[in-house]
């Protein structure tokens, strides 16, 4: 059982998002960072689908009230139990009374808590995750607060270095590369958009402004302007996808995303890439890189692929574990 | 012959437009379109959308060209999926603090605030679309004397059960959030309720009729 001392405005109880409901209008929510938040649960031997807490920037504390185990993964965030410098994936167990601190995270978006077999809140409608628009979902509905409980879904341990388990996490930037990569297909109104919009939009940087959220985010740079004008009927859109509003500045939709919009579609980042959005912050420099389907196709297997890597080592480490004891 | 479009919105979620008129009958082969793609193989969910249709997939699609066939041979059988939906009467207070925007309404089309309010609440609008947000409706039917622009600077936060119109749209919020659209009334509806099993109230074919209950002008 752990405890919010404190917690930034907008920390919320997430799982891999809502699916099946986008012909009623319900987004699909789901962690940001899909790949720290699946990271936190194999650690723990979950499910990658179990609930965790999605912790945005700022600091926070927790105090564990009993013996519990827990992962924490994602932004550097110089976390401390106790006195003991925690690194950026770990998992392990706290005893009842200490105390788990996160200070301002200076690389990365958000941190991951996880606690064996995931955070206990309810499933509704096939998910834990908190429809923060519509006030269902995850922990009451609502953000974390100080002084809200959580506690996991598993009474038992699970198998544990005894100083914890920590791993190396895949890097959302290119080795040598200072701005984030996004992988994207063109999308409907990409050949309405000027010659030299779409040679701005797939070569140069977009930094991400402070007007950014779970919705999605809003980028600057050179001005992406159309050809043609006129409105269009609303239609439906998906996170990663890359809008352009009347002003020329790119917002790409996330988690949070409305299910329907109106606004002309320059591209679509790659699913697998939104993790890499999820890891960026104000000021970060994104670019956006063409990829044929096949492409597209090829990164959903090489995901697969990663996943089922870490998933054989964690496995390996646990057997290895269960026999010396 | 209307033309058509296919497009990648996601990396496994495609965008099929239809360049037709924005009336019912054409919104009826959408939704019939609708229907047949949802049995699909690879097709998660089928969504209609104003006169447009998205499809999640499960893969990321090898094949546009496929997908695109089909969908353009289902559309030219013209084959409509005619819904004898359910009405829904909402009263509404318009004007007032629910409804900030009524007179400029009135201004911007030329009319006075009583002739706005009987000419929105003159007649029946059928859910063409479900989307944005969790149970929102698309509406068909608004009266083209009541179309107004936008506005340029959009509300940062409209509560839930704000009746809006922009262009020659009109709907009811159905949770709080922000709006770029003319708020001129609110009505007291729950429009998305996830402990029921079909959580939307409203579904695409499903009419609303608004009933005036107050005016605050």
Same mark, same amino acid.
């Given at each position: 059982m752990i405890e919010v001392v404190s917690l930034p405005p907008l920390a919320t109880i997430q799982d891999l998002g809502r699916d099946g409901y986008w012909k009623q209008g319900l987004g699909r929510a789901g962690a940001m960072n899909r790949m720290a938040h699946s990271l936190a649960n194999l650690m723990l031997?979950? $499910? /990658?689908?179990a609930a965790t807490l999605e912790i945005p920037l700022s600091p926070a504390s927790f105090k564990f009230t009993k013996r519990c185990a827990f992962a924490l993964v994602g932004?550097?965030? $110089? /976390?401390?139990?106790d006195d003991r410098i925690l690194p950026r994936a770990f998992a392990g167990v706290a005893e009842a009374g200490q105390t788990l601190n996160l200070g301002?995270?200076?690389?990365?978006a958000q941190v991951y808590l996880a606690l064996a077999g995931g955070i206990n809140v309810p499933q509704i409608l096939g998910s834990f995750s908190t429809q923060l628009r519509e006030?269902?979902?995850?922990?009451?509905?609502r953000v974390l607060a100080a002084n809200d409980q959580l506690e996991p879904c598993a009474s038992d341990m699970p198998v544990l270095p005894k100083l914890g388990l920590s791993l190396a996490l895949p890097s959302?930037?290119?080795?040598?590369?200072t701005d984030i990569v996004l992988r994207a297909v063109p999308s409907?109104?990409?050949?309405?958009?000027?010659a030299t919009a779409q040679a701005a939009f797939w070569s140069e940087a977009y930094t991400v402004t402070a007007q950014s959220n779970r919705q999605g985010y809003r980028l600057e740079g050179t001005e992406l302007d159309r050809q043609t004008t006129g409105e269009l009927r609303s239609h439906g859109i998906v996170p990663g996808i890359v809008q352009v509003p009347g002003g020329g500045q790119p917002i790409v939709q996330l988690a949070?995303?409305?299910?329907m919009g109106g606004y002309p579609k320059i591209a679509a980042v790659i699913e697998q890439d939104l993790w890499r959005i999820g890891q960026a912050r104000p000021s970060d420099r994104l670019r956006f890189e063409k990829v044929t389907l096949a492409e597209a196709a090829q990164a959903a297997k090489d995901e697969d692929l990663l996943m089922d890597q870490y998933r054989k080592d964690l496995a390996a480490m646990t057997q290895q574990m269960m026999g010396w004891n | 012959m209307s033309a058509t479009r296919l497009s990648m919105i996601g990396s496994r979620a495609v965008l099929f437009e239809v360049d037709c008129p924005f009336d019912l009958t054409h919104q009826e082969r959408i939704w019939a379109l609708t229907h047949a793609a949802s049995?699909?193989?690879?097709?998660l969910e089928s969504v209609p959308g104003m006169t447009n249709l998205t499809l999640l997939l499960d893969h990321v699609p090898q094949d546009l060209d496929r997908i695109e066939r089909d969908l353009c041979d289902l559309w030219n059988t013209g084959k409509r999926h005619e819904v004898d939906g359910k009405l829904l009467e909402i009263d509404l207070t318009y004007g007032g603090s629910g409804g900030p925007h009524l007179a400029e309404v009135a201004q911007m089309t030329d009319m006075t605030i009583d002739q706005v309010i009987k000419l929105h609440s003159a007649s029946d609008y059928t859910v063409y679309a479900v989307g944005s947000?969790?149970?929102y409706c698309y509406l068909?039917?608004?009266?083209?004397?009541?179309e107004t622009p936008r506005r340029k600077v959009p509300l940062p936060r409209l509560p839930g059960g704000s009746l809006s119109v922009a262009g020659l749209q009109t709907g009811v919020s159905a949770s709080a959030g922000p709006s770029g659209w003319n708020t001129i009334g609110s009505a007291e509806v729950?429009?998305?309720?996830?402990?029921?099993?079909?959580?939307?109230?409203l579904q695409p074919g499903d009419r609303i009729r608004f009933l005036p209950k107050e005016v605050i002008a």
């Open positions: 031997g979950n $499910d /990658a689908t932004g550097a965030c $110089d /976390a401390h139990l301002p995270i200076t690389n990365g006030n269902f979902g995850g922990f009451e509905g959302p930037k290119r080795l040598g590369d409907s109104e990409h050949d309405s958009f000027s949070d995303s409305a299910t | 049995t699909w193989d690879g097709v947000h969790a149970g068909g039917g608004l009266d083209p004397r009541l729950s429009f998305f309720d996830p402990n029921k099993p079909q959580p939307a109230l």
